[in-house]
């Protein structure tokens, strides 16, 4: 496994394992399982995703040292506050089963995000949280955020896949000294990306797949990735990315393919921020 050094000097590794929309207990303990097994030592959850009981199982079943394996977890929106983040937190480590989480992410940038960023502030200087980071921040929240606080993020997790590349976005994370972190590599499968033509033929050209091509991408660009599987043969295909390299050219063509756009939604639609900040009881 490669590794990327955070700014405050923790190794993050450089491909890792995502569990969002795999909210059944014996199918996620059985992916994290296959992805350990596989060599997987990143795994991303959030209390939102409500597994990540069966992450911690899955870490113990695997028999991987503590150590080895760094875990992700996220605050949600309805735990926004400097209180509520430290119950926020005991939960999702009790829920995990572990005594110090590696990354701890504010999920969205909306709510009391300020005092929620104090509390994380002092988990960290606890020594209960490794590191502690943002995601789907825009670079004016994260600045805000920075302006206003001592700890700068150590990662920015933000949609990042062929069609929304994050260019200036990653241009101002590496000038701040925070890891881009990409969620939904694959865009989750949107705009038929397995089957785009130019990530096509550079798979060919390699001997690999389109899957493989778009992480080779990603890994090359110094972003971390953690595409989610829940198939053993793809989990496997998703990790071995790391015995080829894309040439310069093709790293040039790829960005042709940029819409500069989620292919979600956008974190400043109004609607939106309505919607996950009336988004309650599920954490
Ligand atoms: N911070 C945030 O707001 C945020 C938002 C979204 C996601 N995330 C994180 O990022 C992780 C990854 O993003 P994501 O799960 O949204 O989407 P993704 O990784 O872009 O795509 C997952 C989809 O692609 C399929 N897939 C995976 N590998 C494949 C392959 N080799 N060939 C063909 N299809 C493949 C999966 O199906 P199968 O499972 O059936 O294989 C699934 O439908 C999440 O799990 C989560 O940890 C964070």
């Known amino acids: 496994m490669q590794y990327a050094v955070l700014n405050n000097g923790v190794e993050m590794p450089l491909l890792g394992f995502g569990v969002f929309q795999v909210p059944d207990q014996a199918e996620c303990q059985r992916s994290v399982l296959e992805a350990l097994r596989v060599g997987y030592r990143l795994i991303d959850t959030a209390a939102a995703y409500q597994n990540e009981q069966a992450v911690g199982h899955a870490i113990r079943e695997s028999g991987v040292p503590r150590s080895e394996v760094f875990v992700t977890t996220k605050l949600w929106v309805e735990d926004a506050g400097y209180e509520k983040t430290k119950r926020a937190f005991d939960r999702s480590m009790q829920r995990l089963g572990l005594d110090v989480l590696d990354l701890y992410l504010i999920h ?64 101002f994370l590496r000038e701040s000294g925070i890891l881009h972190q990409s969620w939904g590599p694959f865009a989750e499968g949107k705009r038929d990306i397995f089957k785009n033509e130019l990530l096509g033929s550079i798979a060919t050209r390699h001997g690999k797949t389109i899957a ?43 960005p042709s393919l940029d819409t500069k756009t989620s292919s979600f939604f956008d974190h400043r639609d109004p609607k939106m921020v309505k919607r996950l900040g009336e988004m309650k009881g599920i954490t």
């Open 212 to 254: 493989q091509v778009i992480l080779r991408w990603l890994l090359q660009r110094g972003i971390v990735s953690i595409p989610k599987s829940v198939r053993k043969e793809r989990i496997a295909e998703n990790f071995d990315i790391f015995d080829f390299e894309l040439r310069a050219d093709e790293m040039l063509i790829i």
């Open 108 to 171: 969205q940038p909306y709510g009391d995000v300020h005092g929620s960023w104090r509390a994380m502030q002092e988990l960290l200087r606890e020594g209960r949280a490794r590191a502690i980071g943002v995601s789907n921040f825009h670079p004016d929240r994260v600045m805000d955020l920075m302006v206003h606080n001592e700890i700068k993020p150590a990662v920015n997790q933000i949609e990042t896949h062929p069609f929304h590349q994050q260019v200036e976005a990653q241009q």
